[in-house]
């Protein structure tokens, strides 16, 4: 009498369902950090991701699932409290048995201060070293040359006093302060290589029957990284030099990454919609200096857009850093900064 065997298909799904019962519960606060942990974790499990895909980061309302995954949580990545001031009563209200990373908090990690003056007057004037390295905190050791750019005293330069358009264009003195960080370090593709080694090693230690699975794809995605970082500068290169505006500041890291600055930005932050004052010196920029294109995202009104555009010839698309038209998963990381260099070489 010969003996059945199983379908590989059942058998695969049998063996993985051991292997996920086994794996850390782990939760991600959005979809790009969601990615690189999915990606370090394939083979052994599936994190949940705390914030719907299109949904702002900066302000959002738990579900009960979500909050759920919070509760169960072995391990949380976020960027942290920079980017969800909100989250952070509920990580420790929730998961106060887990252990949290925040990436903006990773040795290694590159960080930049939030630029105040919406219109980037140091890339304005082609002075593209200007701009933005300001604190790199853990930069030692990490192999970028960042300190030669002489961005150190950025934030002491620049005086509230100095900058009076604030309360002229209707914005209450500036929502982010001086030395304030740009929460929007995952659009540094050095960062997410960073980030990678960070979660291998949070997961390694919660979970070392698996710690050569974790390392093992984390070394595979950082060298998908640098392939990408090639793909997207030779993406760039044709319509390198060509001037664009963004909705609102959230891409200097990828600025930096790729050396290509943007302009300014319609809005100091997304806090808020940008004043009829704002947006005429947005309109006069972009007539008077030739701006090629302005780009909007699709969490924001893109009347805006529309009405920023009005009276110019710039040409305009959309960009998105959150990856909110994207399947959540190991490949949207990626697809997001491929998307965003794409976008840009077809609108300039």
């Known amino acids: 009498m010969s003996r059945k065997l199983l379908p590989l298909s059942i058998a695969a799904a049998i063996m993985s369902g051991t292997a996920m019962a086994d794996a850390p519960k782990v939760a991600v606060d959005i979809a790009p950090v969601h990615s690189l942990v999915t990606r370090v974790m394939e083979g052994v499990g599936i994190p949940d991701l705390i914030i719907s895909p299109g949904a702002s980061p900066h302000e959002y309302n738990l579900r009960p699932s979500e909050a759920s995954a ?3 949580a072995n391990l949380v ?4 409290g920079d980017l969800t001031p909100w989250l952070e009563g509920a990580v420790e209200t929730l998961s106060g048995g887990a252990t949290v990373t925040a990436l903006l908090e990773s040795d290694g990690t590159v960080l930049l201060d939030i630029r105040e003056n919406a ?3 140091a890339h304005y004037h082609g002075d593209h070293d200007d701009h933005g390295h300001v604190d790199h905190n853990h930069s030692e050791g990490d192999g970028h040359d960042h300190d030669d750019h002489g961005h150190e005293d950025h934030a002491k330069d620049n005086n509230h006093d100095d900058h009076a358009e604030h309360d002229e264009h209707g914005h209450d ?29 949070q997961l390694s230690a919660a979970d070392p029957e698996n710690a050569g699975t974790y390392f093992a794809n984390a070394a595979a995605a950082r060298e998908e990284m640098a392939t990408l970082s090639a793909e997207v500068t030779e993406t760039l290169k044709p319509v390198r030099g060509r001037s664009f505006i963004v909705f609102h500041d959230a891409y200097q890291y990828f600025e930096d990454a790729f050396d290509f600055p943007a302009s300014g930005a319609v809005s100091l932050s997304d806090a808020s919609d940008p004043s009829p004052a704002r947006i005429a010196e947005i309109q006069a920029r972009i007539r008077e200096e030739g701006i090629d294109c302005v ?8 009347g805006i857009i529309a009405t920023v555009l009005d009276g110019t010839d710039a040409n305009t698309g959309v960009i998105d850093p959150l990856g909110s038209d994207l399947e959540p998963g190991a490949a949207l ?12 070489a077809k609108c300039l």
């Open 70 to 72: 919070l509760q169960e």
């Open 77 to 80: 990545f976020w960027i942290g």
């Open 119 to 121: 219109l980037f007057e």
């Open 173 to 201: 003195d500036d929502e982010h302060a001086h030395g304030e960080r740009d929460p929007h370090a995952w659009l540094s593709p050095a960062n997410a290589e960073v980030w990678l080694n960070s979660i291998a090693a």
């Open 295 to 302: 780009m909007s995202e699709p969490q924001f009104n893109p």
């Open 333 to 344: 990381y990626p697809q997001i900064i491929r998307n965003m260099a794409n976008t840009l």
